[in-house]
């Protein structure tokens, strides 16, 4: 799983934490946590705050890179929820694992996600997503 694309991307900021890194594009992040991290909810407001330094008021899109297994608190979903500029959510994994538990994470999240095995598969679907919603109303 190869994050970069064949299209020049640029880099914003990547921002190191104690439970992996997360890359801010233009109008998307990526994260990739540690093998064996939990994320919890006050790591999820880290991640949080960083959409609202960059993407506030904008759309974005969000691809989670599942190259090491770590926990989830499920009550993270709830908040993410509410990031209404929060247009698409990615998981890119291509362990078998990682989409049994993307079903039960959908259950959470309720809102549009999508599994991919390809980043450059989510990448398009994400850029399709925030491209779709900043279309005007007539």
């Known amino acids: 799983m190869n994050i970069d694309s064949p299209k020049k991307t640029i880099l914003v900021k ?5 439970i992996g890194t997360v890359c801010v594009y233009d109008n998307y992040m990526v994260s990739t946590f540690d093998e064996g991290a ?8 880290q991640i949080i705050g960083i959409s609202e330094i960059h993407f506030r008021n904008r759309p974005f899109g969000y691809i989670s ?3 090491n297994s770590y ?9 993410l929820r509410g990031l209404k500029n929060l247009k698409a959510f990615a998981i890119v994994s291509k362990k078998e694992i ?3 538990n993307f079903k039960i994470e959908k259950l ?3 809102r549009k996600m999508e599994f991919f095995i390809e980043y450059d598969n989510a990448l398009a679907w994400v850029k399709k997503r925030i491209a779709y919603k ?3 109303k007539k």
Request: charge should be positive; proline fraction near 6%.
């Open 134 to 136: 900043k279309r005007p």
């Open 38 to 45: 939990t994320l919890t909810l006050e790591r999820a407001y």
């Open 14 to 18: 990547e921002y190191g934490l104690d």
């Open 98 to 100: 990682d989409m049994h």
């Open 108 to 110: 959470f999240y309720k």
């Open 71 to 79: 926990a989830i608190d499920p009550t993270v979903y709830t908040y």
């Open 65 to 67: 890179m599942r190259k």
